[in-house]
């Protein structure tokens, strides 16, 4: 969960329909001044992004930062693969539940934390087909309930 007091510049809504999560993690992440701006600005993308341990150290894939368009030639590369600042024990466990079948390291949110461009990391399980229809027969429900409740309170 994303912590109080934060600016929450971008959330992946889509990672939670497709992964129940079974653990989070905040973790920094290491940019370049181009990408931070451009973060800032909201120019970033990582419906498909994943992380992966390589090394002893936590990468972050298939996140697209959008080049800053006021920079001079010295812009970034906006597919390059970005490193993760977590604690060693973290990486020892992530890497631990990597390792296991069908756990993914998946980019729920980014957010801005005094100042600092921070990552909310999930540990997550693929859901099958069925778990995702019960999910939205729920949400349809909670709907009808609200809107249920709205109407009878108007009478």
């Known amino acids: 969960m994303i912590p109080e007091g934060v600016k929450v510049i971008s959330v992946n809504r889509r990672a939670r329909f497709d992964y129940s999560v079974e653990e989070s993690f905040e973790a920094g992440i290491v940019l370049l001044g181009t990408e ?10 990582f419906p498909d992004g994943f992380g992966e341990v390589r090394d002893g150290a936590v990468w972050l894939r298939n996140f697209a930062v959008a080049e800053y368009p006021f920079s001079s030639i010295f812009n970034h590369d906006p597919d ?8 060693a024990q973290e990486i020892k466990r992530i890497d631990r539940r990597v390792r296991e079948k069908g756990y993914t390291l998946i980019p729920l949110a980014v957010y801005l934390k005094h100042g600092l461009i921070k990552i909310e990391l999930g540990l997550c399980k693929g859901k099958k087909l069925y778990d995702k229809r019960a999910d939205i027969k729920e949400r349809e429900l909670d709907r009808e309930l609200r809107r249920d409740f709205r109407s009878r309170g108007e009478d």
Do not use: E
């Open 36 to 45: 931070v701006k451009s973060i800032k600005d909201g120019r970033l993308s």
């Open 80 to 87: 390059r693969p970005k490193k993760l600042l977590l604690h």
